[in-house]
């Protein structure tokens, strides 16, 4: 606490970056846990009803279920008897409008990464006015007048770097979920696009 204090102002708003980075992390995490394990039981019970036939069973299921890949299946199953086609135009309709809420806060992660670093750059700048500001009224000062600034440049800097770092890895960690999660969701779509189509045929 000693330490946080000593880096001044700005100090404050670089912890926030790190508690909303943190959260914003945490819930990402948890709706792409779940997500995936939906999707595994959802999928088998529906191709299964697909399979037998029992398409309204299926869509009863899928609007019960209420995730993302269930709202594609129900596009899929709307559109049975169709074309394989028209099946498959009216699944990548649905999977689009279902893919972008995956992304969400994905943005506000990356902006704090980049604001991060430059809160602490700033806190560098401010501190080193202190310093210079405390030459240019009391001479060359001493070294505890002097160390005071440039302590708060130091600790804003490495306070920055700290959030911004991690929060770099967090990012990039999410974004290569989401890209595996749109791929298991596009694999899962095409396979009920193909028996449904296979129905039809």
Known sequence: ???????????????????????????????????????????????????????????????????????????????????????????????????????????????????APLLGLLGTVLGMIRAFTVIATAGVGTPATLGGGISEALITTAAGLSVAIPTILLHKYLTSRVDRTILEMEEYSLRMVDLLGRQES
Do not use: D
């Open 1 to 115: 606490m000693e330490i946080f204090l000593k880096g001044g102002p700005l100090m404050y708003p670089i912890l926030f970056c790190s508690v909303l980075a943190l959260a914003i992390f945490l819930e990402r995490f948890w709706t792409f846990f779940k997500v995936r394990r939906g999707s595994l039981a959802l999928v088998r019970e529906v191709e299964g009803l697909v399979i037998k036939n029992h398409l309204e069973e299926a869509l009863v299921l899928c609007q019960r279920t209420g995730s993302p890949l269930a709202r594609i299946f129900i596009g899929a199953l709307h559109s049975a008897g169709r074309s394989r086609e028209q099946i498959k135009t009216a699944v990548e309709e649905v999977g689009a409008r279902e893919a972008a809420p995956l992304e969400r806060y994905l943005g506000l992660l990356g902006t704090i990464a980049t604001i």
